[in-house]
């Protein structure tokens, strides 16, 4: 009877072992890519001698656009470098490759080149003294700098040093259906109370009017920063970076007001705070949802030959409910490129990353990943889609540009106002939500 | 055998691998872990030591409270659970009704299947617009009652501890079941013939024999449902606004998002003292002597 027992709890253990292990496997959906499995015999000879460097980069199957150009660029390297190293990189999922960097830096045991995000992102690991100051490097390159627009390296510097190479852009905007507003006798809103009206108009048409799926709390955060941005500019964002003003200034309570009211009116679809990113796009790709607020990495999937909605694309920034806040939009450098401290060939590392910044990969990063470019690259607009040039026209319109909160201010306050926005979606009081994010701001210095 | 088992060598011998692994991965860890819970630190930059300041900052996080509040939950949820409703199930199975073999392996089950893959799934049940849930009270025309299950902060930690509770009722009835089978049947025929029914079977017989792997399930389940992590992390990442958090959840954030690995070690320490007490507390209550049978 004894051995019976303990034959089950042996079983039911086992199963509790398969479980965890089962937990761990099936969210990692890492790629370590660079086999070489045509090499000659000869040529694996000489890569043994080869000194293997590596790197990390962001990439899921979702931007396998930029897979490929990261694939290229060390395609290329490896085959042809003065530094006789072998690149090796691996790409990660957006959550993954955020706990992952957290780990390798925290243990040492960072790869010699990783992707960063800006501001906010980069900040601790520099101030860890875990990243290489690239500035010099780019400096002492007049051809490299040369390379970059204007100010594309104020977000990755810290107390006026660079620590890495932005190698794209992007910028938030309202993205909507040309097809939809025409059947409605509706046209591109020029003050926020045109866009409320424009929403109240679709709702009763049954449209609905814009897609915004909150499930992921940063999409909350992302059009409240928008609407946040309407209300007090550039004036706002800067104090509150500088903490001269507060998370419960007038402009943000206000902007969380705004929020609630187009809540009211019914201006997101049914179900939207459950709602994944992906649903939310395909509502607007399958022309249910007359307008849709993301990102411009988005531009590719909407403008897919086989997205019903792509031949109907417009874009607008959307209008400030306060005129003397300007044309703001959030927007920030992207595809950031790093080397860290522990790096084994420093200059190895600086002339990969240079490779990034070749016409061949930034024409790559325009025409395939429909990333607005950090350089000045000359483009073929006959190449581009034209929705890209519509976001392209758009941004240098602006009159200021944010970057994200939760990339500024990272995982503790920037998260923080992604909670709030999402909680003010949901209901909660906008005033009162905004205290809290003040209070945690305060209490988070201390931990 | 006898020879090997009596020489002091040889024991020390067989104990040390093992040993030195729970040292390495076990005892320096959680030593580590409370050393670091004493310092300002991101583990990068100089740490600063700042006594037992993590710990007064807990008391006043809100979100550290609501991660409590929400585990707390959950060890009630699960104890009612995985004691009496586990216990009954064991009970049926146990009176060899027709297809036992079968209904142990169906509750079983859950418990088999991956979290990550059971928590996607039951988010697929709760959703809003073509969940289960929603379509099931649409058709009892019990409409009012639909929520926006998982994104609720109303409901979504009950819609979690729900989850736990159906996975791992039959993990628990099968180690109860398993006691159970333990009990000589002679002692049920003398039972029997002395006039007892079955419910006094149950009580007077059956839990006093089975108290023992009661109290070591007891544990199982209470020090489980306090480290719970996985489902809750594929379900809802703690959201929406921490309020589905759970202390681990809480401290993977704290830890690997916002990078206070001072703060998340402290929360780790609370973690691992909530553990000891709750299995202080069972071998308090669950006090029994020996039996020989």
Redesign the interface.
């Known amino acids: 009877?004894?051995r019976?027992?303990i034959t089950?709890?042996t079983?039911?253990m086992a199963?509790?072992l398969?479980?965890?292990g089962?937990?761990k496997s099936?969210?990692s959906t890492s790629t370590t890519a660079n086999k070489e499995n045509n090499q000659t015999e000869a040529e694996a000879a000489a890569a043994e001698e080869k000194k293997t460097m590596t790197a990390m980069f962001l990439g899921s199957s979702q931007d396998q656009a930029v897979v490929d150009i990261i694939q290229a660029v060390t395609d290329e390297f490896n085959a042809n470098n003065d530094y006789n190293v072998e690149f090796k990189f691996e790409t990660y999922e957006n959550e993954q490759y955020?706990?992952k960097l957290?780990?390798v830096?925290?243990s040492n045991s960072a790869p010699d080149v990783f992707f960063t995000w800006s501001a906010g992102y980069l900040q601790?690991?520099v101030?860890?003294?875990?990243v290489y100051e690239i500035g010099p490097l780019v400096e002492g390159d007049q051809e490299w700098k040369s390379r970059f627009n204007e100010g594309v390296f104020g977000p990755v510097s810290y107390d006026g040093k660079v620590y890495a190479v932005p190698h794209g852009q992007t910028v938030a905007a309202m993205f909507y259906n040309t097809r939809i507003f025409e059947e409605n006798n509706l046209k591109v809103p020029g003050t926020f109370d045109e866009l409320k009206q424009s929403c109240v108009t679709l709702k009763e048409r049954g449209i609905v009017p814009i897609s915004v799926p909150v499930?992921d709390?940063w999409i909350a955060g992302q059009f409240l920063q928008q609407i946040a941005n309407g209300a007090g500019g550039m004036k706002l964002f800067n104090g509150t970076v500088d903490s001269s003003l507060k998370w419960n200034d007038d402009s943000y309570v206000q902007a969380g007001e705004l929020l609630s009211e187009l809540v009211e009116i019914g201006a997101f679809p049914?179900?939207f705070?459950?709602m994944t990113n992906d649903e939310g796009r395909d509502l607007f790709i399958q022309e249910k949802a007359a307008m849709y607020y993301m990102g411009s990495w988005d531009i590719g999937l909407l403008s897919a030959d086989d997205a019903p909605v792509s031949k109907n694309l417009g874009v607008f920034n959307i209008p400030p409910s306060n005129t003397s806040a300007g044309n703001v939009a959030i927007g920030d450098v992207d595809q950031c490129l790093a080397i860290s401290s522990n790096c084994s060939n420093i200059d190895a590392a600086a002339a990969y990353i240079k490779l990034f910044s070749d016409t061949a990969a930034q024409e790559a990063y325009a025409y395939n990943a429909d990333y607005l470019l950090s350089t000045k690259t000359s483009l073929d607009e006959s190449k581009l889609s034209p929705l890209f040039i519509e976001v392209n026209n758009m941004q240098q319109e602006l009159s200021g540009v944010t970057p994200w909160l939760d990339r500024v201010f990272?995982?503790?306050e920037g998260?923080e106002f992604n909670?709030?926005a999402?909680?003010i979606i949901?209901g909660k009081d906008s005033k009162e939500q905004m205290d809290?994010l003040q209070q945690?701001a305060e209490?988070?210095a201390?931990? | 055998m006898d020879n090997i088992l009596k020489s002091k060598k040889h024991i020390v011998l067989f104990v040390a691998p093992a040993f030195l692994v729970f040292v390495i991965f076990g005892l320096f860890p959680i030593i580590y872990n409370f050393v670091l819970s004493l310092y300002r630190t991101d583990l990068m930059s100089q740490g600063v030591f700042i006594g037992l300041k993590n710990y007064s900052n807990l008391l006043h996080d809100k979100i550290f409270l609501m991660s409590l509040r929400n585990n707390l939950l959950m060890v009630v949820g699960s104890f009612l659970a995985h004691m009496p409703i586990a216990l009954f199930l064991a009970n049926l199975l146990f009176h060899k009704i027709k297809g036992s073999s079968f209904f142990q392996s169906v509750f079983f089950l859950p418990s088999v299947v991956c979290g990550v893959a059971v928590g996607l799934t039951w988010t697929f049940i709760y959703n809003s617009e073509f969940g289960m849930v929603n379509s099931l009270l649409d058709f009892l025309n019990l409409a009012g009652l639909k929520h926006q299950w998982l994104s609720d902060e109303n409901t979504v930690i009950f819609a979690i501890i729900v989850v736990v509770m159906w996975q791992y009722v039959g993990y628990h009835m099968v180690i109860q079941l398993a006691a159970m089978k333990n009990i000589p049947p002679s002692l049920y025929e003398v039972a029997a013939i002395d006039g007892a029914s079955k419910w006094q079977q149950f009580i007077l017989l059956t839990l006093p024999l089975i108290k023992p792997i009661l109290k070591v399930d007891a544990i199982l389940i209470i020090t489980g449902s306090l480290k719970y992590f996985d489902l809750v992390f594929a379900m809802t990442g703690g959201g929406p606004s921490h309020a589905s958090e759970v202390l681990s959840t809480y401290m993977y954030y704290q830890g690997f998002r916002t990078m206070k690995y001072g703060y998340a070690s402290t929360i780790g320490s609370v973690l691992l003292i909530l553990c000891a007490i709750s299995i202080g507390i069972c071998n308090v209550a669950f006090k029994s002597e020996a039996v020989e049978y």
Do not use: H, I, Y
């Open positions: 009877m004894k019976k027992m089950v709890l079983l039911a199963a509790g398969a479980l965890s089962c937990s099936a969210d955020k706990t957290a780990t830096m925290a601790p690991f101030e860890g003294g875990k499930k709390a049914d179900g705070l459950g990272g995982a503790g998260v909670n709030a999402q909680a949901a809290n945690f209490d988070n201390l931990r």
